[in-house]
């Protein structure tokens, strides 16, 4: 099975930055259509940003927009989420997701369509 794992959480301030990480041990990983989630204390487990195979193709919740960015290396079988301007609400664990083909879709921002899920890491955002 593929296993992937998140890193790069921390706990930092209001307005300041924080990159995440997430890297495959599938050798395949650039066929994979990948995502990010998170999950606040609580709450129910909420789509983040989706990337396609090439990269190319990206689409993200609009609580992010303009704030996040997705992307991908798939020759380091990772992939990235850029986070600026951390507000508070951001706190959340945040997994990253893989979904083999075959896909009917580009990218995707249903969790259901995820195969493949990391342990998540903790990113807190104090005020």
């Known amino acids: 099975q593929v296993q992937l794992v998140e890193s790069g959480g921390g706990l930092v301030q209001a307005g300041t930055s924080l990159k995440l990480s997430c890297e495959a041990s599938?050798?395949?990983?650039?066929?994979?259509?990948m995502a990010w989630f998170r999950q606040a204390s609580g709450k129910e487990r909420q789509f983040v940003a989706t990337?396609?195979?090439?990269?190319?193709?990206?689409d993200y919740t609009d609580a992010v927009k303009g704030r996040f960015t997705i992307s991908r290396d798939n020759a380091k079988k990772t992939v990235y989420l850029q986070m600026d301007s951390l507000k508070p609400e951001d706190t959340a664990v945040y997994y990253c997701?893989?979904?083999?083909?075959?896909?009917?879709?580009?990218?995707?921002?249903?969790?259901?369509?995820?195969?493949?899920w990391g342990q998540g890491t903790q990113v807190t955002v104090s005020s």
């Open positions: 997701a893989a979904d083999p083909p075959p896909w009917g879709v580009l990218v995707s921002s249903k969790e259901s369509d995820y195969e493949y």
């Open positions: 599938e050798y395949s990983f650039g066929s994979y259509i």
């Open positions: 990337i396609g195979w090439s990269g190319e193709t990206t």
